[in-house]
Each structure stands twice: as C-alpha cells, then as structure tokens.
C-alpha cells in the first residue's frame, strides 16, 4: 500500500489535552496508520513533538464559550497545518463537531469526517432548547454535507446520523473502536486488589467507569443497587470517573445506605486493577456510540451487563458473552442478579468476551481498513 502523508484535527490526544474516549480512539488509530504512513496530529498543546510515529502539533486557543474556543481553536489548527503543507497531504481526517471549522476552511481537500457521536446522543436521546446544543447541532450537519467520506463508530450511529441530518448512505462507512488489549490482560491477583481496597476477597463486587453524565446512566445503576443488595448483601460497587453528576450521585447512595464508592478520575493504571478487581462490569448507558468500556472489560475476561444501545446492541451477544438488558433501572437489576447468581456463566462470558476483542476489535486491523478507504478518497 501506498505511504500517505495524513493530518489529523482532533481537539484531544493521550498525550496533550485529554477529555474522554475520544482521545484514546484517535490516538491509537493514528499510531497504527503512521506504522506505514506519514501522521500530524493537530491538536491542543503548547508543544510540538513526536511520540510513537506520528508528529503532535499543539495550539493553545482562547474562547468566552465552546463555540467560540472551538472556532478559535479550529484556526489556529488551520494555521499550523499550512506550516506542513509545502508536500501536501493526501488525506485530512477530522474527529468530531470541534473541528467542523477547520474542516470548512479545507473542505476542498481529500476529507474524512468521523462522527464519534452526536450531541443528540450525548443529551441522553433527547433534543435539546439551549442554544449550544443548537450550534453544535448545525456544525455536525454540516461536516456531513461537505466531508468527502463520512464514517461512524457503529451501524447504529451510522442510522442516527442518516436521521438526524440526511447524510445519505453511500457517504457513510462504519470503523468501529478498537483496543490494544495486551494493555488489560495482565496477571493481577483480584483478592489482593479487593483487600488493598477494604473489600473482602469473596465480596461480589461491580465496576462503573465514565463520566458522570445522563448519557452514561450512572443515576439508573443507582436506582438498581437496591434490588441487588437485597439478594446479594455482601456486593461492593465502584463508580469510577467525573462528571456534573456525581456530588448528587454520591449523596443519593449515602442517603440510601449503599456500599458506593467514587473514586473520581482514575489514572489508566489504577483502571486496569479496578477491572481485575471487579467481579462484573455495568454500562448502564442511555446512548453509546460504541462503548469501548466494553472491549477494554473483555480484555481483561471480565463479563458485562450493559443496556442494549448503540455499539453495546451490535457487539454484545447476549448470554454469550455478556447480559443485554432494556434502559431502565429494573431491568438493569436483573440483569446483574442474573449474572452475580452464577459464577461460572460469569467466568465463560468474560472469556468468550476476550476471544472476540483479538479477533475483531484490535486496532491493527481497523486501521488497515481505514488506510485502504482511504486510498479510494484520494482516487
């Protein structure tokens, strides 16, 4: 295959400005494709430099609001980007709404779009009245009206953005998220990570990760445990990251007297031993593009419940590999109780959970297809 030279517009990376998943997605996928490709990463930073193959690029924009920082900030990647561009690009790769005024400014380039989600999903499958949500809602729009080639990170986020804004099919192609899961299949002991804890070894013991945010349903795994505690008396559960929900989360479970934790932001090393710690993983979301807490806990042979949205709906096979319940607090209940009951079901779905993560979801073969798409942009 051809060497490319490719730029990439993301407003975060591993290694600058970090938000959420999104930075691991674009991150990784740019150091597979600078294996055999040319890859800048235009990104916030106030450095440039080089780490894994692909060259970083940082801007340090300034705003009053969102809009106008990503605008700025847009610019300012447009401007350092043209510092690079004496042999052009092949390929301009941009990564979600911030960008969508850089990709404006290039729109005559080879250009690729990907919609990590929409702002509709992330409002919990519901439309919004503040003018923010508006914004944003027209800069999505747009990037799939100009965009060359438009992809999603699923087949059901492929059909959201189809409705929302009329990006026909033919523009659209689906490259899920992938993982490196070598980085979560690790030899830990999971008593000794519950003891360090203060939870006993024997103690059924569940895992949140992500934000605290309507759109995840941390609030409906709250209002699950109770049901739970009622049949499994000795259950510990973590609720791990940030978010605008979680000083209301964490008064809910004091006021109700449920064993909860909230560790806040966890570094990705103690989120590897809280996934050995953990006996089962909820993704009790209301929306999920694609889920990547899912693959990672597969990596590390740990079994999920999750509510049967999105990504979650397509990759999970339930009671094969995981437990697929209705977005409701009952139904997420059950479906824990029906996992916790059964320790050796428990046991096969995290290991037919880790088989189909190293046949489908390495990054490797994802950014081998990627690459190849984009050979046909640029014809």
Known sequence: MERKKIAFFCWESMYSERVGGLANAATYVAQELAKRNDVHFFTRGDCDFTFNGVHYHGVRPEGGNIIEYCRNMSHGMVNRFKEFDRKPFDILHFHDWHVTEALHLLKERNTVFTYHSTEYGRNGNQHGDWWEYHEICGKEWYAGLVAKQVTTVSNVLREEVMNLYQ??????????????????????????????????PYAPTILFIGRMAYQKGPD??????PRVKDQFWGMQVIMAGDGGMRPWLSQVAYDRGL??????????????????????????????????????????????????????????????????VEVSADQIAEGICQALEDTDRLSKFGRSGRSKVYRQFRWEGIAENLDCMYGTVCS
Request: proline share 8%.
């Open 259 to 324: 064993p909860v934790r909230f560790p806040g932001y966890i570094s990705d090393a103690e989120y590897v031993r809280l996934l050995k710690a953990a006996d089962l993983v909820v993704i009790p979301s209301r929306n999920e593009p694609f889920g990547i807490v899912l693959p990672e806990a597969w990596s590390a042979g740990k079994p999920v419940v999750a509510c049967d949205v999105g990504g979650l709906h397509e990759n999970i096979e339930s009671y094969r590999d995981g437990i697929k």
């Open 220 to 225: 409906l795994l709250l209002d699950a445990l």
């Open 167 to 200: 990006v026909p099919d033919w523009k659209i192609r689906v490259f899920p998220n992938g993982v490196i899961p070598e980085q979560f299949d690790v030899d830990l002991d999971q008593g000794a990570i519950k003891a360090d804890l203060g939870i006993h």
